[in-house]
């Protein structure tokens, strides 16, 4: 079992959809990123998250520590939003020093 | 402000052939620097990670080689590219000053093809 998992892999929207995706990890954690990547290949940080709460423009990020549990949510959504948003997490115990974690990412295409 | 500067963009080699990936950092001082490899349909794979000059861990056995001269400037080599060694390559790096651990910022990528 992976120990970061994202639903949904692959997401069709329509223009002005809400938009939620998820992550779920199963390691202690001091941070979860929300990347962006889009269709050339350029990631983007869009989020870093400890607790609670975080919002940038139409995109939210919440984050449940207890429940090991993230959202991302995209209001409003439009075409230029399709991309493969990649959570990822920075674990606290051991491994390679600042090593993230990644999902798999999921592939959202909105279409208009 | 900080950036990151990852070449080439694209390349194609032959089986066999020496593989050099270059990315340099402005904007920040001392940070943790990283290789990361994504295969077509799979999630990102850390290849290396570096704290400082010299100071290389490799998280994968491969075929591959990374070094990190001056603080601002790490390279992925290959003495002998293999066909499995196709994908997309990607530089990040984290942490430094003034920044700390809670910025993570990523090259463009190099698309690398083995044929």
């Known amino acids: 079992k992976n120990e970061v998992e994202q639903s949904p892999q692959n997401l069709t929207a329509q223009e002005g959809e809400f938009i939620t995706i998820n992550c779920s990890y199963s390691?202690?954690?001091?941070?979860l990123h929300w990347l962006q990547q889009h269709p050339g290949g350029g990631i983007v940080s869009l989020f870093m998250?400890?607790?609670g709460k975080k919002k940038h423009g139409r995109l939210i990020a919440t984050i449940n520590i207890q429940e090991k549990h993230s959202s991302l949510h995209i209001t409003a959504s439009h075409p230029r939003d399709s991309a493969v948003y990649i959570c990822?997490?920075?674990?606290?115990?051991?491994?390679?020093?600042?090593?993230?974690?990644f999902g798999k990412g999921t592939k959202l295409s909105v279409k208009p | 402000s900080q950036t990151i500067h990852q070449w080439p963009a694209t390349l194609v080699q032959p089986v066999g052939s020496p593989l050099s990936l270059e990315c340099t950092v402005e904007?920040?001082?001392?940070?943790?620097l990283y290789w990361y490899r994504q295969a077509a349909g799979r999630g990102l794979q850390l290849l290396f990670y570096?704290?400082?000059?010299?100071?290389i861990s490799s998280e994968v056995p491969q075929n591959l080689s990374a070094s990190r001269p001056q603080d601002r400037q790490f390279i992925l080599s290959s003495k002998k590219l293999l066909l499995s060694d196709s994908g997309f390559y990607l530089c990040?790096?984290?942490?430094?000053?003034?920044?700390?651990?809670?910025?993570?910022?990523f090259g463009a990528g190099s698309r690398l093809t083995v044929l």
């Open positions: 990822a997490v920075r674990s606290v115990y051991g491994g390679s020093q600042g090593n993230l974690i």
């Open positions: 998250l400890s607790s």
């Open positions: 990040a790096w984290s942490g430094g000053f003034p920044f700390g651990a809670n910025v993570l910022t």
């Open positions: 390691v202690g954690i001091s941070a």
């Open positions: 570096s704290v400082g000059i010299g100071q």
């Open positions: 904007g920040t001082s001392n940070p943790n």
